[in-house]
């Protein structure tokens, strides 16, 4: 199962990003493209978390739509699954641009009183 060493890496940059503190919340962008499991994934977290930093906190994922181009006029587009037409020219041929990310976005920390 890929998602723990993903996630192994997505909980690194969380606790680094927090610098040593606490972390309440992670989130994260997965596209639909990525092979990930947004499940799995949660699981993942779930089994590495306990012990490090971010120990009992809230993971969001965020689900992106895949993006294109299109060649024809040059619109950048995202469309649902399944339906690749340009909606500015109704050219079918749209090049892929995204989609495969898996990236951590922010973090959330404890404010300090
Ligand atoms: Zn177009």
Do not use: K, W
């Not at 969380?14 to 919340?25: E, H």
């Not at 040059?74 to 690749?84: C, E, L, N, R």
């Not at 749209?94 to 973090?107: A, P, Q, Y």
């Amino acid at each position: 199962m890929h998602e723990l060493s993903l996630m192994t890496n997505l909980l690194d940059d969380a606790v680094s990003a927090a610098n040593g503190g606490p972390v309440c919340a992670l989130r994260v962008r997965v596209g639909p493209l990525s092979g990930v499991v947004v499940e799995a994934l949660r699981f993942a977290f779930e089994a590495l978390a306990p012990g490090t930093a971010a120990e009992g906190a809230r993971l969001d994922i965020e689900e992106t739509a895949p993006s294109f181009h299109c060649p024809r006029c040059g619109a950048d587009y995202s469309t649902p699954v399944g339906s690749y037409e340009c909606p500015s020219c109704g050219s079918p041929g749209g090049e892929l641009r995204g989609g495969h990310e898996l990236e951590l976005i922010s973090i959330e920390v404890p404010d300090h009183v």
